[in-house]
């Protein structure tokens, strides 16, 4: 699709989420070896700023500010949607510690870390760079900005030193392979992520995350694999249609996967034109247990 949905987390996001193995990431990227996940803040952007679908994998930890995103798609673009990230918490950040830029007083930033972990299917180089730089039109003078993203491919035979630091890493990674091997097999999609996350269970690959939200883990996966696509055939099909009307629709029908959506409600959804809501509401949408679930979380926000 030209543009990202924006409506979930996935299994990583989900996992990073969690600030015990979003310090056990960052231990395996920096050689360090703090053990105190609250030392660690998670900050999420809600509101239309994620940049993917696999999105919001954001912590600061001491004087790090650290922007680890999962891509399954390789693309050019990903220096430009750091930035875009990094200015969104900076934004957040000054707002929340009540920090005055306009005075005098010098202030102090977090260091920032922007990392990409890269695991589709197109064959890339264990480690890449891309520069903000590199993205601007040609000229003689020298750019005034920059930022620094490094893509990290953890796909197998690829960084296998780090993962074997990061049980988190290597844990997602073999959750990823057993689905795939498993629809390589011929099973669906369904029957091949129950088999992946019971077969985590039983080696005791991220067992507890797995017990705790192997449901979730399904749901979301199942939409991360199908939904896109499925939207995207349907626009096609239906030629180019406004975004707060296909949003409207991936809401419906996101929700009549947990049940019959009420007249109602979907008069109320369809009715909704502001971006920033519907964007929220999608993110609710995928992740409601029910109807009455979604409705009385888009009643409280």
Not at 34 to 45: A, F, G, Q, T
Not at 145 to 158: S, T
Not at 182 to 195: I, N, P, R, V
Not at 237 to 255: C, N, Q, Y
């Amino acid at each position: 699709m030209g543009k990202n949905l924006e409506y979930k987390s996935d299994v990583f996001s989900m996992l990073l989420q969690n600030p015990k193995y979003a310090l056990d990431v960052y231990n395996a990227m920096n050689g360090s070896d703090y053990s105190n996940p609250k030392d660690l803040e998670i900050y999420l952007l809600e509101g239309g700023i994620s940049l993917s679908i696999r999105n919001d994998a954001s912590f600061i930890i001491y004087n790090h500010l650290c922007v680890y995103e999962h891509q399954g798609s390789y693309n050019l673009n990903m220096a430009v949607r750091e930035l875009i990230y990094f200015v969104s918490l900076i934004t957040r950040l000054i707002k929340e510690k009540k920090i005055d830029v306009y005075g005098r007083k010098k202030v102090r930033l977090p260091r920032p870390q922007f990392v990409v972990f890269y695991n589709g299917l197109e064959e890339r180089p264990e480690r890449e760079i891309f520069r903000l730089s590199d993205l601007f039109e040609e000229g003689e003078d020298e750019p005034q900005i920059e930022l620094i993203c490094e893509a990290i491919n953890i796909n197998p035979n690829k960084n296998t030193m780090l993962k074997k630091k990061s049980y988190v890493l290597e844990g997602y990674c073999t959750f990823v392979e057993k689905v795939r091997k498993c629809g390589q097999e011929g099973m669906s999609l369904k029957d091949a992520l129950d088999e992946a996350v019971k077969e985590c269970i039983d080696e005791h690959v991220l067992e507890e995350f797995f017990r705790e939200r192997g449901n979730e883990v399904k749901r979301v996966e199942v939409l991360d694999f199908t939904f896109e696509r499925r939207i995207e055939l349907e626009r096609r099909d239906a030629g180019l249609e406004g975004e707060a009307r296909g949003r409207t629709k991936d809401i419906i029908m996101l929700l009549e996967d947990v049940g019959k959506v009420p007249s109602k409600l979907e008069e109320q959804i369809r009715s909704q034109e502001d971006e920033v809501t519907l964007t929220r509401w999608i993110k609710l949408a995928a992740r409601a247990e029910s109807i009455e679930d979604f409705e009385q979380k888009i009643s409280n926000s």
